[in-house]
């Protein structure tokens, strides 16, 4: 996970990760200025500051490569995803799946704002046209990885939406790809996101020229 400032809800996160999966390592990138860090320690994570911060990419690209499993997974930190699912994401990648997308909007969730889902239903519906990925999320922060895939790939994390060039680039790249629908929460605490920002990174991303081999 990376996290900022989600004093309010990195603590019940953690623990809900280790009733399902109470061996799991549990790793968070963090460049808060509140007792994330501080409070996910107490909880056993192990936290990697980056402070001042380097964007939202730059966080998540050091989480991947950070972690020491052979199968990471990603989360955020705000509540919105359940961890009950983490079991179905690592089962489908030790069955030969390289990249475990979820998608929350096969449906329109309850606690997701009618501007969001459309917004992200047209960013899927773009990227299926543009590259045949029969994806309905592009910015799923919930995600299964193999290491391999991690380590094989040259990313581009700077500037937002980088969730959707390590979906982009994994199955453009030929890694194996999968997706699943999974619930999706109200948040705990306020969003950090700038909209505009990542739209523009969105489509910047999906029209990018470098995923082709």
């Known amino acids: 996970m990376i996290s900022m400032n989600e004093e309010k809800a990195v603590g019940s996160v953690i623990d809900s990760i280790k009733q399902v999966v109470p061996n799991a390592e549990i790793l968070i990138v963090d460049s808060s200025t509140d007792k994330t860090a501080e ?8 936290v990697i500051k ?8 730059r966080a998540m690209e050091l989480a991947l490569k950070s972690a020491s499993g052979d199968v990471v997974i990603t989360m955020d930190c705000d ?13 489908l990648a030790e069955k030969g ?8 909007v096969l449906h329109k969730p309850k606690h997701m704002p009618l501007a969001n889902f459309l917004a992200n239903r047209l960013f899927a519906l773009v990227t299926q046209v ?37 979906l982009i680039r994994s199955v453009k790249n030929g890694y194996k ?10 948040r ?22 470098k995923y082709y081999h």
Not at 79 to 91: A, Q, V
Not at 130 to 159: F, N, Q
Request: proline share 7%; aromatic share 14%; charged share 25%.
């Open 39 to 46: 409070i996910a320690t107490e909880k056993g994570a192990k």
């Open 50 to 57: 980056q402070f001042p911060p380097k964007g939202y990419g």
């Open 79 to 91: 509540g919105t995803y359940p961890s009950e699912d983490i079991p179905k994401l690592f089962e």
């Open 97 to 104: 799946y390289d990249l475990v997308n979820t998608t929350r």
């Open 130 to 166: 543009r590259h045949g990925i029969k994806t309905t999320d592009v910015h799923s922060g919930m995600r299964a990885y193999k290491k391999t895939l991690i380590h094989a790939l040259e990313w581009s994390p700077g500037g937002a939406a980088f969730p959707v060039e390590l």
């Open 177 to 186: 790809f999968i997706e699943v629908p999974i619930d999706y929460f109200e």
């Open 188 to 209: 705990l605490g306020n969003t950090t996101l700038n909209k505009l920002d990542s739209t523009v990174w969105t489509f910047k991303r999906i029209f990018c020229k």
